[in-house]
């Protein structure tokens, strides 16, 4: 079992939808990435929590160190928001390096 | 500054042969690290530094890779006797201590 796993998958929504891609993680962490990652490879930070709800713009991050369970939801969604969504968390002896998921690939349709 | 730079972008080589990887990170960040990501799949942790002393490395990281970061600025990654598992996206991150890491991207490797 992988110790970060993402669902759903694959993601296809109109758009204009509430998006919500979820990510559960079995080890001890002391923060959680949400990262995007558009074709050709570049990743970019969107968001570094450790407990609670982050927003920015239309993009919100929740974590529940309790459950080890975080989400990010997208609100009124748009065909730019199309690409790869990976969870990750910074694990390990020193908590210095980042474990990920596979990543949810999302698709809006205009 | 304009973020985390990698080059080449692309590289193709046969098998058997090495190559080498330069990442230039964000100037005042003194964490730098190297990850690989195969294709569908979510990047793997091959190994950090802090300034100049690598304090970390992946069982991925077998013999034939070795990186290093000789001044505490930018860092290299070296794989010898190139084989087609080797083939991946090689990513570099960096941050400063511990905060959040800021990637490059990527050099892409095909080994034929």
């Known amino acids: 079992k992988n110790e970060v796993e993402q669902s759903p998958q694959n993601l296809t929504a109109q758009e204009g939808e509430f998006i919500t891609i979820n990510c559960s993680y079995s080890v001890g962490i002391s923060a959680l990435h949400w990262l995007q990652q558009h074709p050709g490879g570049g990743i970019v930070s969107l968001f570094m929590?450790?407990?609670g709800k982050k927003k920015h713009g239309r993009l919100i991050a929740t974590i529940n160190i309790q459950e080890k369970h975080s989400s990010l939801h997208i609100t009124a969604s748009h065909p730019r928001d199309s690409a790869v969504y990976i969870c990750?968390?910074?694990?390990?002896?020193?908590?210095?390096?980042?474990?990920f998921g596979t990543g949810t690939r999302l698709t809006i349709i205009p | 500054d304009t973020g985390v730079s990698q080059n080449p972008r692309h590289k193709i080589t046969k098998r058997g042969q090495n190559v080498t990887f330069r990442c230039d990170p964000i100037s005042e960040h003194n964490r730098l690290y190297w990850y690989r990501q195969t294709l569908g799949q979510g990047p793997e942790f091959l190994t950090y530094f802090q300034n100049e002393a690598q304090l970390e490395k992946s069982r991925l990281l077998s013999d034939r890779f070795s990186a290093e970061r000789p001044k505490g600025s930018f860092s290299t990654l070296e794989i010898q006797r190139t084989e087609q598992g080797d083939s991946a996206m090689y990513l570099c991150a960096s941050s400063f201590s511990g905060a959040v890491q800021y990637f490059g991207p990527g050099t892409r490797l095909t080994v034929t």
């Open positions: 929590l450790s407990s």
């Open positions: 990750a968390v910074f694990s390990g002896v020193m908590h210095e390096k980042l474990t």
